[in-house]
C-alpha cells in the first residue's frame, strides 16, 4: 500500500474510493468466473457445429480444375499480413507470388465480420496498412469494416495479387525438399504447387468459437456466429442500417465483448426487442468518432504513417514523446500513468522504486475504472441494469472497448439486459435460452462469443508444416515455440511467419507488426539473392541466442497481472501459469525494441545468423 501522502499526490488529492474494497470485489467477481474446464467450456465450429463456420460471402463458389505448378512465393492469408507482404515482394520484383485463401476475396477478418456496425477501433491511420503507398485517406478516424475491406481489395488489384490468387482453397499440407531446395504444397482443392518461398500469414481473428452447451441444436428460431452474419434473414448492411427482417423478432445477442459493443446499438435499432446476455461486463469508454478532415493526409510530410505509429506505441509503453499524436483512450490511461510518476518523482525528489510504482498504478487504475463504472450511470436511468453493466476488474484485465451508443442502448425500451452473474448461458430449448433454470424466448440468437484464441499455431493453419529434416513443425516446436525474429525458425528453410504471432513484440496495433515484418521478409529474401544464394534458414544458435535475447524483454510481472484477472482469452480462461500461455506473451513488452532489432538488423546488411546455400 502506499504511503496516503504519496496516494494524495498521485490522486490529486484525498482517496475517494477504498482500494481494499475494490481488491476484494475484483477477486470475488474473477472467483465467480474461473471455470474448471478453462478454454475447454468453448467448441469450435466442426462437427455439428460446422455450419457456423460456413461462409456466408460466397456468392459465386468457384470450381475449378486443380492447378499444378511453381511460383517463387506462396502466401497463406490473404489479410493484411499476406497482402502487404506480398506488395513488399512485388516491389522486390516479384511478379508470381501467389496468395492461397480459404475466404472467398482478400480481407482476413475484415472479409469474415461484417456484421452491423462493424469497425476498427485503432485509429484508422495507423491501422490501414500503406497509406502512403496507397494515397489513400481513410473516411473517418475509426474505419468501418467495410471501407476495411474494400481497401484491402484495393492492394490486390493495386499490386496484380488476383490474377494468381487461389480463394476458396485450404491448404492441406507443406512439405519441404532439400533436394530441390522448394516447398510443395497441397489443398483442398487437389492442387500441387511449389515455391521457393513460403509465407505463412494466417491472422487469429475468422475462426468463430460457441460456448459448448446443451440443445444449440435443438433451438428452432435462427442462429447464427457474429462473423459470418446472415444478412438475408436480418436484411441490412454493415454501416448498421436497414435490419428490417428483425423488426418483429425477439433477438438474443450472447456475449458483450468487443464485438457485441459494435452490434447492439444497430439490433436495439430495429429489433422489436433485444436480450443481451451477459456474462462479464465490458470495460466501455467514449469513441468519437468524426471524418478525416479532407486535406489531412495530403499535408503530412513523407514517413508521417510509420511515425505516428511510433508515437501511438510509445504512449503505449510508456516512453513518451511530448506530442500524443493519435491521443486516444489506447494512449491516454498509459499517459496518464507515465506523467503521474514524472509528477511524483519531482515532488518526492527520487526515482521511486518498482514496488511503489506498481503500487501507484493500480491506485490510478482503479480511478480509471471507477470512471468507467460512474460513466454508466449518466446513460443508464435503471439503477440494477447500470450496475449490472459495471466491469470490476483492472484495466487490460479484458480488450477495452469505445463506444457511443452501446451503454445509452440500455435506456431503450425493448433493451433488455440479462445479466447471468458470471454465469453465461447454460443451453438452449427449442424456443429459447436458457440461464439456469430460467428460458428466455428469442426468435433470433447471435453468438458474439469471439474466435478460437486457445488453439496451437498448427491447429490454426489446419496443417503442419514438415521442414529439411522431416519433423513437422508442432513437433519442432515442442515443448517450446523457436524462432528467429518470429519471423522463421531451424530446420524450416525459406519459411517465414508473418503476424502478431508468439515471440514477436506485443504490439496493439497489428499492422505494425505486419509493416515492419514484411520489411524484414523482403530484405532477407532480397539480401539472400544478392548473395546469389537461393537457400536461407537461421541457425540453431541464431534461434537460441533470439529466445535468450527475447527472455530479457518478456514482462514476467504480466502473469502475476493476469492472475487477478477475472478470465477470459488474455489470461487462457485464468489458467495460464506462465507468460507464454497469455494471449500477447512470449513476446517484447515493448515492441518498439522488437522493431528496433528488425531495423538495425537491416542496417548492417549482414545476413547475420542465418545460414545461406
Ligand atoms: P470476446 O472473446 O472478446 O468476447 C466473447 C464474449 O462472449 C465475452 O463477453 C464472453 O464473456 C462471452 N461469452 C462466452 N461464453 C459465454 C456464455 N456461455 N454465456 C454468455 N456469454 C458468454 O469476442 P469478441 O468477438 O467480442 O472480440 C474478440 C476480439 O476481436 C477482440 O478482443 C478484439 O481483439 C477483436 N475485435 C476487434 C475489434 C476492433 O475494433 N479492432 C472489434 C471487435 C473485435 P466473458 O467475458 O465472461 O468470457
Redo the contacts with the bound molecule.
Sequence with gaps: MLDPAVARILLGGDLDFNPDELYCRYEQERRL?VRSEGSA??TGAAGAFAHFGEDPWITDPIDREPITGHSSTIIIGGGFGGLVTAARLRGAGFDDVRIIESAGDFGG?WYW?RYPG?????EAHI?MPMLEEMGYSPKHR?AYADELFAYSQSIGRRYGLYDRACFQTTVQSAVWSTASARWTLTTDRGDHLSCNYLVIAAGR?SLP???R?NGIGDFGGHIFH??RWDYEHTGGNAEGAGLTGLVERRVGV?????????IVPPLATYAEELLV??????AVGPRGNCPTPPDWVQDQQPGWQRRRRVNFQRHITGSMPDVDEVGDGWTDFNKQIQLKRNMLESSVGRTVTDEEFDAARRLLDYRLMNHVRDRIDQFVPDPETASALKPWYRWMC??P?WHDDYIPAFARPNVRLVD?H?????GFTPSGVL?GDIEYKVDTVI?????E?AISYTELLGFDPVGASGRSLSQHWTPQVRTWFGLMTDDFPNCFFVGNNQQTGAAVNATHTIEEQALQLSHVIGALQSHGGSVVVPTVDAVDDYISVLGEHVNRDLIQFHAEC?????NN?GRATKNEELFSGGRFADPLIYFGMLEEYRAHGKLTGLEVS
Design positions: 468466473r467450456q468453448y477478418t465480420n462493424a469497425m476498427c477501433d485503432i491501422y475509426y481473428q468459437k460457441l460456448p452447451i457474429s462473423c450472447i456475449g458483450t465483448g468487443a464485438t457485441a459493443l459494435q446476455f451477459q456474462r462479464t461486463p465490458s479484458k480488450r472497448g447471468t458470471g454465469r453465461g448461458v447454460d440461464v453468438f458474439a462469443t469471439g474466435f484464441a477475472t478470465p477470459g482469452y488474455f480462461e
